[in-house]
């Protein structure tokens, strides 16, 4: 069995505090990296020992693999945990943590890479018979026969897309096949135009798609575990904002067939440590037609974890740590069946009623909820700055009740009792998604938000309470916060329209 | 009686009267939670001040709004030390991609001064008030730090 017991997690916000605790939980001692404005951060304040790694840009701090290593060194650290984001996925990091002599919380180089590039992890899927969504790439000197062909063999409906581009341009969709040589045609010809190059390929065109996830486990030698589904179908230009567990109104056959095709990738790749496999599912009218496709598998801890945490009784951290041991899982887990419903909603700092935005400043207060099944993994407390440099996910608050209903319940009473002063939030809009008839009728579908919610705005009515709390409000804190922060964006400034948003 | 809003201390209680409105009692507050009750009906809610003092946040079961503290100015982030001279600061770490404007020279509220490039956002700094251009202190291509003073402006008539 190899030896851990400090760990050095090379991360920051919430997934680093989660994995602190998760560490400390099982009796090892925890390092933590932290740049400039991270210093009074919860998760050092939560660590065992905390090395600076440079200025709050991450490429001078937490991307940089020379000085995360050398921290691990520094503290004697024998092990190293990526999180998610940053480097969780960075195959030349897990080289180099190994290299180094450190055992790294997280699969090995190949399986990252492998599954890192979209082409191989298909090729992959496919060798272990997991469905990927069929496509066809015509060659130029194909003939309106050959395309058609290829067409029927795929289904309908089908997107037609430019190889070279993105942006929607050379990008048709053909609900008949008869329309299909025509459109070819057309959008080779904007894509000659748009890109320089003519090439364009044939997708089948999943609509009401939902994303639906498998949790697993791989112990290195071919043997695999399952953990569940998770859907995460309410994404916003595929940034997740909800994500459930178990995937309500979906035939457990088919929630069966996929965890199946998830086992057999983990076991044929041998893949170590935890992961998720990432599918995406046709829902066409009623629950007829539930093909599943693969899409990726992401070789870390996922955001989303809590909620299987929570339904299936298990903490994947300590999983992550039994396997970087050498050690298995508990036999029991593969026998186990979900129990319970659990719901998450993120906490993004972000202004849904301006493009959402990132939302910058001080967080004068903060109020997380509390109470029967409940859990918050927060990464910012009252007096943090939220900063433009990371990603403006602030928390994740996690619902769990007997049933579906229950936990949803428990989320509203939750959302209603978070209060985050200084930032706007994607709160209110989170609890309008939870109270619309498409969530409660379990009928979400990836593009739904971007559909029917892409003009959303927060209500502007005022009654005469909430006139009398601002006026009490105002007199209340006329002295201000003490010790304030830096001025927010001053009015003197003026952003122009040129936002470039990393999703 | 007076139509403005007003919050008084008033036999042991802090009370809030509104226009037309039967006035409200503060039943608790303890930042950062304040009750209010009227008629025997309580609401409560969450409140804090901004960083910089300049408005207050507000939520109530969930909905939070930010309210400016009203007769404060709004131009945050402009020092007007000397009467009529304005410093106008960078919030934050960026580099200059246009200066439009040179010293000396007359400008409208409301007109760009400055292009800045952070946080791969685009911002231009505006004349608060007609002003004239006393200094710039950076050119195109240079890096600014939070707080460096970008701009200097006179006020003119």
């Known amino acids: 069995m190899t030896q851990l017991s400090r760990v050095l997690v090379a991360n920051r916000g919430e997934i680093a505090l989660r994995v602190i605790r998760g560490v400390q939980a099982l009796g090892l001692e925890a390092v933590a990296v932290y740049s400039e404005v991270d210093a009074g951060s919860l998760a050092v304040q939560a660590a065992d020992h905390a090395v600076p790694i440079g200025a709050p840009p991450p490429g001078e701090s937490y991307l940089d693999i020379e000085k995360v290593i050398a921290a691990a060194r520094a503290t004697g650290a024998d092990g190293i945990h990526p999180g998610y984001g940053f480097l969780s996925e960075n195959a030349d990091f897990a080289q180099a943590v190994a290299e180094a002599g450190i055992t790294f919380l997280g699969p090995t180089p190949e399986s990252i890479r492998l599954m890192g590039d979209k082409t191989q992890a298909g090729d992959q899927a496919r060798a272990s018979g997991v469905p990927t969504v069929p496509a066809f790439t015509p060659s130029p000197e194909a003939t309106v026969a050959e395309i058609s062909a290829a067409a029927e063999k795929l289904g309908t409906p089908l997107m037609i897309k430019a190889a070279a581009g993105g942006g929607g341009k050379g990008m048709r969709i053909a609900r008949d096949l008869a329309e299909v040589p025509e459109m070819v045609e057309a959008a080779q010809r904007e894509a000659q135009t748009a890109f320089g190059d003519a090439r364009v390929f044939l997708e089948r065109y999943i609509e009401r798609a939902r994303h639906v996830e498998i949790q697993v486990v791989g112990d290195g030698k071919g043997g695999a575990l399952t953990l569940g589904a998770r859907d995460c179908s309410l994404q916003r230009r595929h940034q997740k904002l909800i994500e459930e567990s178990p995937v309500p109104a979906v035939p457990a056959a088919v929630i069966q067939d996929m965890e199946t095709a998830a086992s057999n990738l983990v076991q044929q790749t041998q893949y170590r440590g935890a992961g998720t496999v990432e599918f995406i599912l046709e829902t066409r009218d009623g629950d007829s037609g539930h093909a599943f496709f693969f899409l990726e598998m992401n070789t870390r801890l996922q955001v989303e974890h809590p909620v299987t945490e929570l339904v299936q009784g298990v903490d994947l951290v300590a999983l992550q740590v039994a396997i970087a041991r050498g050690e298995s899982w508990d036999p029991d887990l593969e026998q186990r069946s979900p129990s319970g419903h659990a719901i998450e909603v993120r906490v993004y700092a972000e202004n849904p009623g301006v493009g959402f935005l990132p939302s910058i400043g001080t967080l004068t207060e903060v109020v997380w909820p509390q109470g029967p099944g409940i859990r918050v993994d927060a990464g910012v407390a009252s007096g943090d700055e939220v900063t433009l440099y990371y990603d403006p996910l602030l928390a994740k608050i996690i619902s769990y009740g007997v049933d579906r209903d229950q936990a949803i319940a428990r989320m509203r009473r939750a959302l209603a009792e978070t209060f985050i002063a200084g930032v706007e939030t994607s709160l209110e809009f989170c609890r309008e998604i939870l109270d619309s008839t498409a969530f409660r009728s379990s009928q979400m579908y990836t593009t739904l938000i971007e559909d029917e919610l892409s003009d959303w705005a927060p209500r502007e009515d005022t009654d005469a309470w909430q006139s009398a709390a601002i006026e009490a409000a105002l007199h209340l804190t006329a002295g201000g916060p003490v010790g304030g922060g830096p001025p927010k964006l001053p009015t003197a400034w003026e952003s122009l329209r040129d936002w470039r948003h990393d999703s | ?157």
């Open chain 2, 1 to 157: 009686m007076s139509q403005a809003p007003r919050v008084e201390q008033r036999d042991g209680a802090l009370w809030v009267t509104l226009p037309n409105e039967e006035p409200f009692r503060v039943l608790s507050w303890r930042a950062p939670r304040l009750v209010l009750e009227r008629g025997n009906v309580i609401k409560s809610f969450l409140i804090a001040p901004s960083a910089d003092g300049e408005s207050v946040w507000v939520s109530h079961e969930g909905r939070t709004r930010q309210h400016e503290r009203p007769g404060r100015s709004r131009a945050s982030g402009v020092a007007a030390a000397v009467a009529g001279h304005e410093d106008l600061s960078s919030p934050m770490p960026g580099k200059i991609l246009q200066v439009l404007v040179a010293e000396g020279q007359q400008v409208e509220a409301g007109q760009r001064l400055v292009v800045v490039e952070a946080m791969k956002m685009e911002n231009a700094l505006r004349a608060p008030h007609d002003s004239t251009v006393t200094k710039i202190h950076f050119a195109e291509g240079d890096t600014v730090a939070a707080g460096d003073c970008i701009v200097e402006l006179d006020a003119t008539e």
